[in-house]
């Protein structure tokens, strides 16, 4: 009896196959390794090659997961530099794909595949525990802006970020799942405070912030008003699948 290989299943690896020929042709005529950094993230990220998950029209090329795996690999064993890594790549910019408006991916995305914009996540707080829906920052409408006050920890970056992906309370007559909005806040501004969170060893890998009247721009936020609790779900769920898939790798490239 003569085994037989599924149809469905050689034609995945055709397409595979198809795929991995396409990216080293594109490979061999714009790797260079006398290139910047900035110059090569420039030409990666600009050719869907860096982030081949996102849709085609916000830089990426629509590809499956594994796929994209699929395209890692061979940029890795090409001896490419890998696309930036770090949390924009991984979290903020697939939320922004789902959640924000063409006006924000437009501002956005861009300089987070190709390496401009450094960002990180300001969502745990020190009284809220494992409670995300507990969190105590609170946002304050002042004409077209929003006024932060509050505190997060165990932020990864956060001192070298320069913008964050912030959850804070908008409403809080409502329960405390709802009334939440998420925001894109500029990390550099005077009432963002980082302090390094040092081990015994003296590394710090994490931080506090602090948030003392800073300001947002109403147009900075994703998903709309108090709708931060599905946002920051969907930043969740791009966390667990990244760490699934190797992702913590090229979070420490941050």
């Known amino acids: 009896m003569t085994d037989t290989v599924p149809a469905t299943a050689t034609s995945k690896d055709e397409a595979a196959d198809e795929l991995v020929v396409e990216l080293k042709e594109w490979l061999g005529e714009n790797w260079d390794p006398e290139l910047t950094v900035a110059e090569w993230w420039e030409r990666l990220g600009t050719s869907g090659w860096g982030v ?56 956005y995305l861009r300089d987070i595949v190709t390496g401009q914009k450094g960002w990180c996540q ?92 800073a300001r947002v721009s109403e147009d900075a936020m994703i998903g709309g008003l108090n709708n931060g609790w599905r946002v920051a779900n969907t930043t969740l769920m791009f966390e667990r699948s990244s760490l699934g898939a190797g992702g913590g790798s090229a979070a420490a490239s941050l």
Do not use: C
Request: proline share 7%; hydrophobic share 40%.
């Open 52 to 107: 081949p998950a996102w849709p085609t029209e916000w830089f990426g090329k629509g590809l499956s997961r594994s796929e994209s795996v699929k395209v890692q690999q061979t940029i890795a064993a090409y001896g490419a530099l890998p696309a930036p890594g770090g949390l924009g790549l991984l979290l903020a910019g697939p939320t922004i794909t789902v959640h924000g408006d063409d006006e924000q991916k437009g501002r």
């Open 122 to 213: 300001l969502f745990s707080e020190p009284g809220a525990g494992s409670d995300l829906a507990g969190l105590n920052a609170r946002a304050v409408k002042d004409g077209d802006e929003w006024i932060v006050s509050g505190q997060k920890v165990w932020t990864s970056g956060g001192h070298v970020a320069d913008l964050g992906m912030l959850i804070a309370r908008t409403d809080p007559d409502q329960p405390k799942h709802a009334g939440i909005t998420y925001f894109a806040i500029d990390m550099h501004q005077p009432g963002i405070e980082v302090r390094p969170l040092r081990e015994m060893t003296g590394r710090a890998l994490f931080n506090e912030v602090f948030l003392s009247e």
